[in-house]
């Protein structure tokens, strides 16, 4: 397989790059559209194909390059099948994976940041990785205070299916806000400083509730954009309306 971790610095968001060797098939998993351009050119550096853009869930910080990436590229686009956004070509879920060429993507079910958050478990040999979202994040998490979000839920979603996993295999988030890049499940387990060391659901809800974030200052516009997989609704300010015109790229 070949993998690539690639960072948007603005929302501190991860988009990830998995190309199969047999076909030169590619998944970009949670693509922004602000770095369309960026990933096209690695695509061509590559000679890969963009077969598929896949979300983890519904984002509120940044606009989904999905639909932009299709009308360049003609890839298709994949995502939660319970968000039943009519924009999606091929919607997962835990019994509905997504195939490409050698890539196998196993959807977990993790609520908790949105209540229809999923992430993927990939092996690649004897490497397991899994893509955690917003779910879980290196010594942090994503937040439940807003989108239909719920501490307890996420507690259970990390523990029932983070956590289970083998302990070496590889912890890869959608965000990283402190120069993280990549865990493991037992070093989550073991030190994530909101869900490891044996902190309770009780201890979590609370640390939760306790968090005073700010409020994202892209969600007015990224959720209902997201929605319709990367459109710039009326609400998403001028400056940033140019992200949505498909003739450009970038
Ligand atoms: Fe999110």
């Known amino acids: 397989m070949i993998f690539r971790q690639l960072f948007e610095p603005e929302s501190s968001t991860y ?3 998995f190309g199969c060797e047999d076909t030169g098939l590619v998944v970009l998993l949670d693509p922004v559209i602000d770095t369309v351009e960026r990933d096209l050119i690695l695509l061509h550096e590559l000679g ?9 869930h519904i984002h509120a910080d940044h606009l989904s390059a999905a639909r932009k990436l299709k009308h360049l590229v003609a890839s298709k686009i994949a995502g939660p ?21 050698s890539l196998a993507f ?5 609520p908790g940041h949105t209540d229809t958050h999923h992430s993927y478990l990939i092996g690649d040999g004897a490497t397991k990785r899994v893509f955690t979202g ?3 994040l290196i010594d942090g998490c994503g937040r439940t205070d807003f989108q239909s979000g719920d501490a307890a839920t996420l507690y259970r979603s990390i523990h029932e299916k983070i956590f289970t996993l083998p302990d070496d295999t590889l912890v890869y988030p959608a965000h990283d806000y402190n120069h993280h890049h990549v865990s493991t499940v037992a070093q989550e387990r073991e030190r994530n400083l909101r869900l490891g060391a044996g ?7 609370q640390i939760m509730a306790n968090l005073n974030l700010p409020y994202p200052k892209k969600m007015d516009f ?9 459109e710039c609704p009326e609400e998403t300010p001028e400056a940033l309306r140019k992200l949505c015109n498909l003739s450009e790229q970038g």
């Open 15 to 17: 988009t990830y790059l």
């Open 48 to 56: 890969l194909r963009l077969a598929y853009t896949l979300e983890t």
């Open 81 to 101: 099948a319970m968000d039943e956004l009519p924009c999606t070509d091929f919607g997962v879920s835990e019994d509905r994976p997504l195939a490409v060429g």
């Open 106 to 110: 196993k959807p977990l079910f993790t």
């Open 134 to 136: 917003d779910a879980l």
């Open 199 to 205: 902190k309770t659901l009780a201890d979590f809800v």
């Open 222 to 230: 990224a959720v209902p954009g997201n929605r319709k997989c990367g």
